[in-house]
T-cell receptor, first 113, second 113 residues
Framework: KAGVTQTPRYLIKTRGQQVTLSCSPI?????VSWYQQTPGQGLQFLFE???????NKGNFPGRFSGRQFSNSRSEMNVSTLELGDSALYLC????????????FGPGTRLLVL | GESVGLHLPTLSVQEGDNSIINCAYS??????FIWYKQESGKGPQFIID?????DKRQGQRVTVLLNKTVKHLSLQIAATQPGDSAVYFC????????????FGSGTRLSIRP
């Protein structure tokens, strides 16, 4: 069974631009969570989607948004990029909820210049 | 508030010895705990989990111990190998119905030859 895939793996943007990251969960998994990982803040929860609905959201500004499609694939979008948005963005999937075993993708490394 | 923390940010272990990585949590409502391993350039990899109705769980070369009295979690790695070098995160989730996992800051495990 294929693991969680994320695209692109690397991305360079400039301040003020917007970016869309994509995540394909493990086949059959319906819960997708997004995390931001930085050296200073560690792994921080962004949001979680299940059946195309956002079930929970972390403490991030409205510039961070996401969505989930009917095939459980998910995207996250960051608008008006800031230098501090440079991070590794990780996606994780589980069958129904993060309370079950979560499997992470390799991440998308975003650099904002 | 909710927090998951690690006692030591770095741990250096002789190859072949056992490693013990500790984690403290503060949310007494958490009933599911997970250990992840993250190697450089990769997403976190699930190692082992434990629910609050258990005190101990064993996997292949790994054991997780849970002490609910003092809200302490530990990961023991037997016969540490060079491939065990990574950052280890503990994480907590308030039950399978919850949709947010809180990660600790991580412990870097390095192996001395």
């Amino acid at each position: 069974k294929a693991g969680v895939t994320q695209t692109p793996r690397y991305l360079i943007k400039t301040r003020g631009q917007q970016v869309t990251l994509s995540c394909s969960p493990i086949s059959g998994h319906r819960s997708v969570s997004w995390y931001q990982q930085t050296p200073g803040q560690g792994l921080q929860f962004l949001f979680e989607y299940f059946s195309e609905t956002q079930r929970n959201k972390g403490n991030f500004p409205g510039r961070f948004s996401g969505r989930q499609f009917s095939n459980s694939r998910s995207e996250m979008n960051v608008s008006t990029l800031e230098l501090g948005d440079s991070a590794l963005y990780l996606c994780a999937s589980s069958l129904r909820a993060p309370g079950e075993t979560q499997y992470f993708g390799p991440g998308t490394r975003l650099l904002v210049l | 508030g909710e927090s998951v923390g690690l006692h030591l940010p770095t741990l250096s272990v002789q190859e072949g010895d056992n490693s013990i990585i500790n984690c403290a949590y503060s949310n007494s409502a958490s009933d599911y705990f997970i250990w992840y391993k993250q190697e450089s350039g990769k997403g976190p990899q699930f190692i082992i989990d434990i629910r609050s109705n258990m005190d101990k769980r064993q996997g292949q070369r790994v054991t997780v111990l849970l002490n609910k009295t003092v809200k302490h979690l530990s990961l023991q790695i037997a016969a540490t190998q060079p491939g065990d070098s990574a950052v280890y995160f503990c994480a907590e989730n308030m039950g399978s119905s919850a949709s947010k996992i809180i990660f600790g800051s991580g412990t870097r495990l390095s192996i001395r030859p």
